[in-house]
């Protein structure tokens, strides 16, 4: 499990691709350049994004990574945090400012917007080819260029419109179900017969 304790060893675990589009993104955020993440920096970025986001929306953002409780986030929990959603198979880790991180890896020139040209290298590094195309998919639908045959570009508004869709239909998903034999006493003791290590 991704902790605040073993942040050190979650470095290891992310590509390098991921990690150094990580720090760029956690340098972009920190305005003030002192190492952690505040509620006005986050808003900040949300505003260049030309997202409207309320005071709370930005506080939940803060709190569902927050670990140590002091109202911002370290590169520890920022890290955390990424390990955990890439992670997350049940769709339930909390995924806020996940959300905005994701985003502004996708988007290296800083524009507001990304294009599935810029998804590429992210996508593949987590996914590989087999699944890349899926992934593009899922975040640009089937249309990719625009009426004007320009390559299409998403906002960050549209972004999150699409990966909030994806997540509740993830959570809705009936998990799969595991069928269990259950065996009488007599089998069990026939079992024995054969397999006497396994009832020592």
């Known amino acids: 499990m991704a902790t605040v304790e073993n942040a050190r060893e979650l470095e290891e675990q992310i590509s390098q691709v991921e990690y150094d589009c990580l720090k760029k993104v956690f340098h972009y955020i920190d305005a003030r350049k002192d190492s952690r993440l505040d509620a006005s920096e986050i808003s900040e970025v949300l505003f260049k994004l030309g997202y409207k986001s309320t005071a709370r929306e930005i506080d939940l953002m803060i709190w569902e990574v927050d670990d140590d409780l002091d109202h911002h986030v370290s590169w520890e929990e920022f890290l955390v945090m990424y390990q955990r959603c890439i992670s997350d198979k049940t769709g339930l880790e909390p995924r806020n400012l996940f959300n905005l991180v994701q985003f502004l890896m996708y988007d290296k020139d800083c524009l507001g917007s990304i294009s599935v ?14 699944k890349l195309d899926a992934e593009i998919q899922e975040i640009f639908g089937d249309e990719q260029r625009g009426a004007d045959g320009q390559e299409k570009r998403i906002t960050f508004s549209e972004y999150l419109q699409r990966v909030n869709a994806r997540l509740l239909k993830k959570r809705s998903a009936k998990p799969e179900v595991t069928k269990v034999q259950i065996i009488t006493k007599d089998q069990k003791n026939s079992v024995k017969k054969f397999v006497p290590a396994l009832f020592r």
């Not at 040209?117 to 087999?130: C, H, K, W």
Request: aromatic share 14%.
């Open 117 to 130: 040209e810029q998804t590429l290298q992210i996508l593949f590094v987590r996914f590989g080819r087999e």
